[in-house]
Structures are given as structure tokens and as C-alpha cells.
């Protein structure tokens, strides 16, 4: 089975999604992953089992908050 095929079986599976938005899947090698119920260009959801995920997460929070300290 190759690796899209199992991102695929994990995103598809029920157990690895928390009240239908937060995803956890360790086998899932994606930091993010397309929202469930909708079109894949509108959005995605962080994979909280992947460190490189929460990373960029912290980053695309913390960043603002960077400069607004720097600012004032």
C-alpha cells in the first residue's frame, strides 16, 4: 500500500476525526489535511499528530502576535 493510499484510509476514517474538525492521525504523513464535507480548495485542518502541523500552526498564529509586540 503506498503512503497516498494509506493518507487516504486514515483521512477517510471516522475514528481519526474529533467532533467532525480536528484530525489525529499519526499514520497520516500530511501536516494538513482537506477539511471533511467540503471541496478541497476551501480549506484544511491541521493533522495534530504531526509535529511539522502544530509547527506551522504556532507559526501562522505567532506571527501576528510578533509584530504586533514589535510595534508597540
Known sequence: ???V????AEWANPDNW?????YFSRR???PFVPKR???????ATVNFA???GIL???G???FPIVIWWLRH
Open 1 to 3: 500500500m503506498s503512503q
Open 5 to 8: 493510499e494509506i493518507d487516504d
Open 18 to 22: 474529533v467532533l467532525d474538525s480536528l
Open 28 to 30: 497520516d504523513s500530511r
Open 37 to 43: 464535507g467540503c471541496d478541497e480548495l476551501l480549506g
Open 50 to 52: 504531526r509535529p511539522a
Open 56 to 58: 506551522m500552526l504556532c
Open 60 to 62: 501562522f498564529l505567532g
